[in-house]
Protein backbone atom coordinates (compact mmCIF):
# COMPACT_ATOMS: atom_id res chain seq x y z
CA UNK A 1 0.00 0.00 0.00
CA UNK A 2 1.85 3.33 -1.32
CA UNK A 3 -0.58 5.32 -0.19
CA UNK A 4 0.91 6.21 3.34
CA UNK A 5 4.69 6.66 1.58
CA UNK A 6 6.00 10.29 1.84
CA UNK A 7 2.79 11.88 2.87
CA UNK A 8 2.89 14.59 5.79
CA UNK A 9 1.65 18.16 6.45
CA UNK A 10 4.00 20.29 5.88
CA UNK A 11 3.14 23.60 7.89
CA UNK A 12 3.74 25.93 5.52
CA UNK A 13 1.68 24.34 2.64
CA UNK A 14 -1.33 25.76 1.22
CA UNK A 15 -4.61 24.59 2.70
CA UNK A 16 -5.78 23.67 -0.45
CA UNK A 17 -2.91 21.44 -0.43
CA UNK A 18 -3.73 19.85 2.47
CA UNK A 19 -7.05 18.59 1.40
CA UNK A 20 -5.83 17.76 -1.59
CA UNK A 21 -3.83 15.05 0.05
CA UNK A 22 -6.67 14.40 2.69
CA UNK A 23 -9.07 13.09 -0.09
CA UNK A 24 -6.51 11.42 -1.98
CA UNK A 25 -6.11 9.52 1.19
CA UNK A 26 -9.62 9.10 2.27
CA UNK A 27 -10.08 7.86 -1.01
CA UNK A 28 -7.71 5.32 -1.23
CA UNK A 29 -8.84 4.01 1.95
CA UNK A 30 -12.32 3.29 0.38
CA UNK A 31 -10.90 1.49 -2.78
CA UNK A 32 -8.44 -0.66 -0.64
CA UNK A 33 -11.81 -0.90 2.52
CA UNK A 34 -14.06 -2.21 -0.76
CA UNK A 35 -11.26 -4.57 -2.07
CA UNK A 36 -10.84 -6.15 1.00
CA UNK A 37 -14.50 -7.46 1.06
CA UNK A 38 -15.33 -10.80 0.05
CA UNK A 39 -19.09 -11.76 -1.41
CA UNK A 40 -20.82 -14.37 -0.05
CA UNK A 41 -24.68 -15.57 -0.02
CA UNK A 42 -25.15 -14.08 3.07
CA UNK A 43 -23.32 -10.90 3.13
CA UNK A 44 -19.59 -9.90 3.44
CA UNK A 45 -17.06 -11.76 4.46
CA UNK A 46 -13.77 -10.14 6.24
CA UNK A 47 -10.72 -10.98 8.05
CA UNK A 48 -9.58 -8.88 10.29
CA UNK A 49 -6.13 -10.06 11.19
CA UNK A 50 -5.46 -10.50 6.99
CA UNK A 51 -2.60 -8.48 5.55
CA UNK A 52 -4.92 -6.35 3.85
CA UNK A 53 -6.77 -5.64 6.65
CA UNK A 54 -3.85 -4.94 8.78
CA UNK A 55 -2.41 -2.37 5.66
CA UNK A 56 -5.91 -0.96 5.89
CA UNK A 57 -5.46 -0.25 10.24
CA UNK A 58 -1.99 1.27 9.32
CA UNK A 59 -3.68 3.69 6.57
CA UNK A 60 -6.48 4.99 8.89
CA UNK A 61 -3.76 5.38 11.53
CA UNK A 62 -1.75 7.49 8.63
CA UNK A 63 -4.75 9.72 8.10
CA UNK A 64 -5.67 9.88 11.76
CA UNK A 65 -2.68 11.38 12.34
CA UNK A 66 -2.49 13.43 9.31
CA UNK A 67 -6.17 15.13 10.49
CA UNK A 68 -4.80 15.57 13.59
CA UNK A 69 -1.74 18.36 12.42
CA UNK A 70 -4.72 19.29 10.08
CA UNK A 71 -6.36 20.49 12.58
CA UNK A 72 -3.74 22.24 14.28
CA UNK A 73 -3.33 23.83 11.47
CA UNK A 74 -6.70 24.42 10.55
CA UNK A 75 -9.07 24.95 13.42
CA UNK A 76 -11.96 26.41 11.74
CA UNK A 77 -12.60 23.63 9.54
CA UNK A 78 -14.80 21.67 12.00
CA UNK A 79 -17.57 20.10 9.40
CA UNK A 80 -14.38 18.91 7.25
CA UNK A 81 -12.52 17.43 10.50
CA UNK A 82 -15.95 15.94 12.77
CA UNK A 83 -16.54 14.24 8.91
CA UNK A 84 -13.21 12.73 8.36
CA UNK A 85 -13.33 11.31 12.35
CA UNK A 86 -16.90 9.77 11.84
CA UNK A 87 -15.66 8.36 8.36
CA UNK A 88 -12.33 6.82 9.92
CA UNK A 89 -14.29 5.73 12.99
CA UNK A 90 -16.79 3.97 10.45
CA UNK A 91 -14.22 2.42 8.35
CA UNK A 92 -12.59 0.91 11.36
CA UNK A 93 -15.69 -0.40 13.14
CA UNK A 94 -16.66 -2.14 10.03
CA UNK A 95 -13.57 -3.42 9.08
CA UNK A 96 -12.78 -5.01 12.66
CA UNK A 97 -15.86 -7.74 12.08
CA UNK A 98 -15.36 -11.08 10.46
CA UNK A 99 -18.70 -10.21 8.71
CA UNK A 100 -20.09 -7.51 7.04
CA UNK A 101 -23.77 -6.82 6.23
CA UNK A 102 -25.87 -5.07 3.63
CA UNK A 103 -26.88 -2.50 6.39
CA UNK A 104 -23.53 -2.10 8.19
CA UNK A 105 -21.93 -1.59 4.56
CA UNK A 106 -24.46 0.85 3.13
CA UNK A 107 -24.17 2.80 6.43
CA UNK A 108 -20.61 3.04 5.92
CA UNK A 109 -20.98 4.23 2.22
CA UNK A 110 -23.14 6.76 3.15
CA UNK A 111 -20.44 8.60 5.91
CA UNK A 112 -18.15 7.60 2.98
CA UNK A 113 -20.66 9.99 0.45
CA UNK A 114 -20.87 12.81 3.23
CA UNK A 115 -17.15 12.65 4.03
CA UNK A 116 -16.74 13.23 -0.35
CA UNK A 117 -19.85 16.11 -0.50
CA UNK A 118 -17.51 18.06 2.34
CA UNK A 119 -14.31 17.62 0.09
CA UNK A 120 -16.33 18.55 -2.77
CA UNK A 121 -17.90 21.30 -1.28
CA UNK A 122 -14.51 22.74 0.27
CA UNK A 123 -12.46 22.49 -3.26
CA UNK A 124 -15.45 24.36 -4.93
CA UNK A 125 -15.13 26.91 -1.96
CA UNK A 126 -10.62 27.60 -2.17
CA UNK A 127 -11.07 27.73 -6.03
CA UNK A 128 -12.97 31.29 -6.05
CA UNK A 129 -10.40 33.91 -6.81
CA UNK A 130 -11.03 35.30 -3.34
CA UNK A 131 -10.60 32.82 -1.20
CA UNK A 132 -7.63 31.17 -2.99
CA UNK A 133 -5.05 29.62 -0.14
Not at 55 to 66: K, P, T, V
Request: aromatic residues 10%; contains cysteine.
Amino acid sequence: MLATEGKKMDEYSPKRHDIAQLKYLCENLFDDSMATLTDSHHGWVNDPTAESNLQLNDLIEHIASFTMNYKIKHVEDEALITQIDEYLDDTFMLFSNYSVNTQDLQRWQRSAKRLFNVFTEECAFLQQPSHSL
